[in-house]
């Protein structure tokens, strides 16, 4: 086990188009988490898995975004007609439990033409 | 609302010389806070916490409630400790709040 991952590590899009980033958690690990951080900013909270239930999400976080994580595995963030202030990296972190250390992975770097 | 600040976007030392980077936090309940650090191309990675009260790498951070601060400190700052620290306060362990990041350069 190599950590968290998460694929593509870079995605360049035309304003209007949908992307989808994945992320895969350290095996084990039942909490799952999605930040954004934008140039000169800390990550941002965007939402939070406890295995496949969505327990939080962010009131920042628009209708044109939406995260799944199906069978309490990987999970997937999508964001629909993307608009240029959506360009950031997009951090996912999991943890084993709710008490314990969050792992980030290398994060996807979107950026919106 | 819960808030993060970090004053100081960049703060440069020399090696052997204490360092000191600020974090001030917002938030009415019992607060967790935490402390990240970013090494240069390397994944944000938790430095310490303060429930833990351990040093790691050296660095300690005390919670001050009275001040709502969460200062890290080191006696004699390394080369290597060059990097992007974060500091973070979470609700319940659920939402965690980052601050905007301290840039620390310690010079040889």
């Known amino acids: 086990d190599t950590g968290v991952s998460q694929d593509p590590r870079h995605k360049i899009t035309k304003r209007g188009q949908n992307v989808t980033f994945r992320c895969d958690p350290i095996?084990?690990?039942?909490?799952l988490y999605w930040y954004r951080q934008t140039l000169g900013q800390g990550p941002e909270f965007l939402t939070y898995?406890?295995?496949?239930?969505?327990?939080?999400k962010s009131r920042l976080l628009s209708d044109r975004f939406s995260a799944e994580r199906p069978k309490g595995s990987f999970s997937t963030l999508e964001i629909q007609r993307t608009e240029q202030g959506d360009s950031a990296m997009y951090l996912c972190?999991?943890?084993?439990?709710?008490?314990?250390?969050?792992?980030f992975g290398p994060g996807t770097r979107l950026t919106v033409l | 609302a819960q808030r993060v600040t970090q004053p100081e976007k960049l703060l440069s030392v020399f090696k052997g010389a204490p360092v000191e980077l600020k974090c001030n936090y917002s938030?009415?309940?019992?607060?967790?806070l935490f402390w990240y650090v970013q090494y240069s191309r390397q994944r944000l990675q938790l430095l310490l916490r303060?429930?833990s009260r351990e040093s790691i790498k050296g660095f300690t951070a005390d919670l001050n409630k009275g001040e709502t601060s969460f200062h890290l400190k080191k006696p004699f700052a390394q080369e290597e400790d060059s990097a992007m620290y974060y500091c973070?306060?979470?609700?319940?362990?659920?939402?965690?709040?980052f601050g905007s990041g301290t840039k620390l350069n310690v010079k040889p």
């Open positions: 972190a999991s943890s084993l439990g709710q008490y314990n250390e969050q792992f």
């Open positions: 095996s084990e690990h039942n909490r």
């Open positions: 898995f406890q295995n496949e239930a969505q327990l939080e």
């Open positions: 938030y009415s309940g019992s607060p967790e």
């Open positions: 303060h429930i």
């Open positions: 973070a306060l979470s609700v319940k362990f659920n939402k965690f709040y």
